[in-house]
């Protein structure tokens, strides 16, 4: 019984913990020129270049790649992806907090078609840390069934 009270209990805590997230800054991403070739037609994986804007922090500057599986639009030409980016409102930030994989279903800018705001990419290291799309000049807005995958490393910070 004392199991089933603590279970209830945690259940409660989730929407006080979701609602203790908060927008920590902004990520803007540049997808590189040239992106690797995938013999997976319904794969793609393309570089980044990424710069995090902090709120009340110095800006840092990420690499990485993201990758799409399952989509029906392609990775190709000039695309800049911005996300806002979500964390605890108790934590400090530390240099290099984005510095991780994030997953999730692919969604683009605006509603879904079932209304819903767009789906983020959660950190699989630390989930607390999310990234929420606010702008996709891709306008993947039909894409079905795809999951986008991206892999950010830090590549400079100011001193």
């Known amino acids: 019984m004392r199991w089933a009270i603590a ?5 409660l805590a989730l929407p006080a913990l979701a609602a203790m997230q908060t927008d920590v800054g902004v990520l ?24 995090f804007k902090p709120k009340g922090g110095p800006e840092e500057v990420y690499v990485g790649e993201i990758k799409k599986v399952g989509s029906q639009t392609e990775l190709n030409g000039t695309q ?5 980016v979500m964390g605890p409102s108790d934590r400090k930030l530390k240099p290099a907090v984005l510095e ?20 983020q990419l959660v950190g ?19 894409a079905t069934d795809s999951v986008t995958v991206i892999q950010l490393r830090l590549k400079s910070t100011p001193t």
């Open 7 to 11: 279970a209830t209990l945690g259940l």
């Open 28 to 51: 803007t991403c540049t997808l590189a020129d040239h992106g690797e070739k995938d013999t997976n037609p319904d794969s793609q994986t393309r570089a980044i270049h990424c710069a």
């Open 80 to 84: 800049v992806l911005i996300w806002a």
């Open 100 to 119: 991780q994989t994030y997953v999730g279903d692919a969604a683009g800018d605006g509603l879904s078609a079932d209304g819903k705001p767009p789906k």
């Open 124 to 142: 699989e290291t630390d989930k607390a840390y999310a990234l929420q799309p606010i702008a996709d000049e891709s306008k993947e807005r039909n």
